[in-house]
């Protein structure tokens, strides 16, 4: 075994959700080193659907603009019947809170080409390819005889393609970005809890020139003998997924016309194989809705498809596991750079496993109401959906339900909207703005650190907290943003709120009152070693 070395975080898988963590701590000054058993991007098309909120994720790692240019913004959702005909549908923005549209489709092998490209350009970044990980321990801290830290050294074990020998590094924490099957929930001791769905699905991506009858938005067809989902990725690209046993092959002597007899609503294909419909890939999955029970172990974290796995009924998937990223990497970078206390890391999984699993329940809520089952209450409980999905403002409430605000704790006090509190744990919006002669996003002023937003001039206390966690204080009225915060403000009742780095609101001023309610709450976890009375001690 080789001598070991030495990292400050170690992430193991370099899919969407790695590299997004690995630039994230990059901004924060944080050294990573991932590791990726395939050599390369893997090829073929897996997530294909994000959110505002994720766009955001990607503006605040610096390739949105690359982004839009290979994504294609889309309408929103149509729940139909096995006819065709439109039970219900859910609009998206073009313009949503993030700043961008609410709805994007894109093929997952080009953005993970835009996200390693951004890598390659950050020298705190280093990516291995070809890389097994053999284990991950928390083990006695290297070269000394001291007793086992749980906030000290993990040890990640590991073999390079093509080679026997075992070598391993130390770092000061561990991200399981590795899947469903991580080796990681293993060496956190996480068991998978069972929120009671699964079914056996078919996912077929297609390149074709011919014409497609398709409105540009995603269909989910409510059909109890064949549902499906259907979607237009490009410009010539298509998804289809169909709920098939495992033996109705495709590929097969009759597969052709069982294809054609499948895809026959949308487009028209000849009784022999043509060329102008290619099928890119076609693969059998198993929808499964599962939350891992611990998501931590000292300083070793799961994220993405190893915390949690979902139903693909509203596109959450991926946007779960860039979310857990954006959620994690300011509180560890906190913790590595600053001296945080190492507490601010329990509130990782603290706010992050309520969200994703309310989110599960959402995707499950769907997938059995509208496919769930062939029997006569499966044909009602879906003519009550769509009943009710008729009725003015649901549609636009199920919309919000997909990012509900985050679970209270130590950095979100969830109070009454009277005192103007009801504002905590919910998003920022992100307008354009004026700044330097030209239009930018909230964001690209804000930075990658605290904000403060105020409609008011700043307080003693105010100010205060800004200068203790280096704090942007922006007032709201010069933004030339057409008044969109200090409405929001309003909305909110506050004078003021306090924004995390994720633009997460962690605290607020209620209108007339001059000052954050909530820093005994929060101060202790953000202290720093350099500046431990700045934050704990805020007048």
């Not at 006819?83 to 073009?94: C, G, H, L, N, T």
């Not at 891992?292 to 949690?308: I, K, N, S």
């Not at 930075?447 to 206390?461: E, K, N």
Request: glycine residues 8%.
């Amino acid at each position: 075994m080789k001598a070991a070395s030495r990292t400050p975080v170690v992430i193991i898988g370099a899919g969407p959700v790695g590299v997004t963590a690995a630039l994230l701590l990059a901004r924060y000054g944080v050294r990573s080193l991932l590791l990726e058993r395939h050599p390369d991007v893997y090829p073929l098309p897996r997530a294909v659907v994000v959110d505002d909120e994720v766009r955001r994720i990607l503006q605040s790692v610096g390739v949105h603009e690359e982004f839009a240019a290979l994504a294609r913004p889309a309408p929103g959702l149509r729940l139909l019947d096995a006819r065709r005909r439109v039970i219900s549908e859910f609009p998206r923005s073009m313009h949503g809170l993030h700043g961008f549209p609410q709805l994007s489709m894109f093929n997952q092998p080009e953005l993970e080409r835009l996200l390693r490209g951004a890598l390659a350009r950050r020298p705190e970044c280093e990516l291995w390819s070809g890389v097994e990980v053999v284990s991950v321990t928390e083990s006695d801290t290297p070269n000394t005889d001291a007793p086992h830290d749980p906030t000290g050294p993990v040890r990640v074990t590991f073999r390079r393609n093509g080679s026997d020998e075992e070598e391993h590094l130390w770092a000061d924490a561990v991200l399981g970005c590795d899947g469903a099957g991580s080796l990681t929930r293993d060496a956190v001791g996480a068991a998978w809890e069972d929120l009671h769905f699964q079914e056996s699905w078919r996912v077929i991506d297609v390149r074709t020139s011919r014409p497609v009858r398709t409105w540009e938005g995603a269909e989910q067809i409510c059909c109890p003998h064949r549902p499906a989902t259907f979607m237009r990725i490009s410009e010539d690209r298509y998804r289809w997924e169909f709920r098939l046993a495992d033996d109705q092959d495709l590929e097969g002597p009759d597969g052709w016309e069982r294809l054609r007899e499948l895809v026959a609503p949308w487009v028209d294909l000849p009784a022999s194989r043509s060329d102008d419909f290619e099928v890119i890939r076609q693969a059998q999955y198993t929808f499964q809705a599962r939350l891992a029970d611990r998501w931590r172990r000292g300083r070793v974290f799961l994220l993405g498809d190893a915390a949690h796995l979902t139903p693909p009924f509203v596109g959450q998937g991926l946007c779960a596991g860039l979310r857990d990223a954006r959620n994690l990497t300011w509180k560890l970078a906190r913790v590595l750079r600053q001296g945080a206390d190492e507490g601010l890391l329990d509130t990782y999984e603290r706010e992050r496993k309520p969200h994703a699993r309310h989110v599960i329940r959402v995707a499950v809520a769907v997938g059995w109401a509208m496919t769930g089952g062939q029997d006569r209450v499966a044909a009602v409980r879906r003519a009550v959906v769509g009943a009710v999905c008729r009725l003015p403002g649901v549609t636009a409430a199920v919309s919000r339900d997909l990012s509900p605000a985050l679970s209270a704790g130590p950095l979100v006090r969830r109070r009454p909207r009277l005192t103007g509190r009801g504002l905590a744990g919910t998003f920022s919006p992100q307008p354009w703005i004026r700044h330097d002669g030209g239009r930018v996003r909230l964001d690209d002023l804000l930075g990658d650190s605290f904000a403060i937003l105020t409609a008011v001039p700043p307080s003693a206390q105010m100010t205060a907290v800004a200068t203790a966690l280096g704090a942007h204080t922006v007032r709201v009225d010069d933004l030339g943003d057409d008044g969109a915060l200090a409405a929001w403000l309003a909305r909110g009742r506050a004078d003021a709120v306090l924004l995390r780095p994720d633009r997460v609101v962690m605290d607020t001023v209620p209108a007339g009152t001059g000052d954050f309610t909530d820093t005994a709450a929060w101060a202790p976890l953000l202290h720093t070693a350099r500046r431990p009375a700045d934050v704990r001690h805020v007048p």
